[in-house]
């Protein structure tokens, strides 16, 4: 019996250590789904927000001195008083973040539309995601 185990044994072993060198790092997967902050210029940030808020129009424009000014109007569909926080994130031309305002807490009556008004730090912004969330 000990004859034959110990010939089984390192073969055994050095399979399974070989299966687990399948070849290298792996590709990500599902690159593309859940990305929207990457490319979307307006985003809700949870569900509740989704239900509640929608943006009737974005409009930008550069200033004088070379930043981004960036102006939302959003919109409350339910017919109570909602609280939301909003902020930007302004980016370069690869969509990498190069300034981000701080979030700011905004009430929306019943079925009512507010523009909120975001600028730019520097002039390095070439794009911008604005991000609604529920305040909590």
Request: include cysteine.
């Amino acid at each position: 019996m000990k004859s034959i185990l110990s010939p089984i044994l390192p073969a055994l072993l050095g399979l399974t250590l070989l299966s687990g060198c399948g070849g290298g790092a792996y590709a990500p997967k599902n690159t593309t789904k859940y990305n929207q902050e990457t490319t979307a210029k307006f985003v809700l940030l949870d569900p509740g927000t989704q239900r509640s808020v929608t943006c009737s129009g974005l409009q930008e424009r550069r200033l004088p001195d070379g930043r981004m000014e960036v102006t939302a109007n959003l919109r409350n569909r339910e017919n109570r008083r909602i609280e939301v926080q909003v902020n930007c994130v302004f980016k370069d031309e690869q969509h990498f973040p190069v300034d981000e305002t701080p979030f700011q807490i905004i009430m929306l009556t019943e079925n009512a539309t507010e523009g909120v008004r975001f600028v730019s730090m520097n002039d390095k912004a070439k794009d911008y995601t604005v991000r609604v969330r529920q305040s909590r």
